[in-house]
């Protein structure tokens, strides 16, 4: 069974980093496009980075790229999301998200067929 369950939010002063995590069970994340999203409250899900299977590329949003990485370690199939100079209109529940399909940051999340739970990350002053 596909699960994918994330970890590492909570509350992070402005200016600050974080980094997230996403254990994958029921299936190899070396052979699926991965990534993040996040959603704040009254706003639409939007990709925030993306791991294309094809060939491993990765792609970010406008509003976090050069301060953002996603990565993956596949010996122990988890995906993770580190965020620096965190900012107040990053607050947001965060989701990982996968697929067999290849895609990029311009993939709208009906694209992808499983995801994690959701975790919260609150950045404050």
């Known amino acids: 069974q596909v699960q994918l369950t994330e970890s590492g939010g909570g509350s992070v002063q402005t200016g600050g980093s974080l980094r997230l995590s996403c254990a994958a069970s029921?299936?190899?994340?070396?052979?699926?496009?991965v990534a993040w999203f996040r959603q704040a409250p009254g706003k639409e899900r939007e990709g925030v980075a993306v791991i294309d299977v094809r060939d491993n590329s990765a792609t970010y949003a406008d509003s976090v790229r050069g301060r953002c990485l996603i990565s993956k370690d596949n010996a122990k199939n988890t995906l993770y999301l580190e965020i620096d100079n965190l900012k107040p209109e990053d607050t947001a529940l965060y989701y990982c998200?996968?697929?067999?399909?290849?895609?990029?940051?311009?993939?709208?999340?009906?694209?992808?067929?499983?995801w994690g739970q959701g975790v919260r990350v609150t950045v404050y002053s």
């Open positions: 998200a996968a697929d067999t399909k290849p895609l990029w940051i311009g993939s709208p999340p009906e694209r992808f067929n499983y």
């Open positions: 029921g299936f190899t994340v070396s052979t699926y496009s």
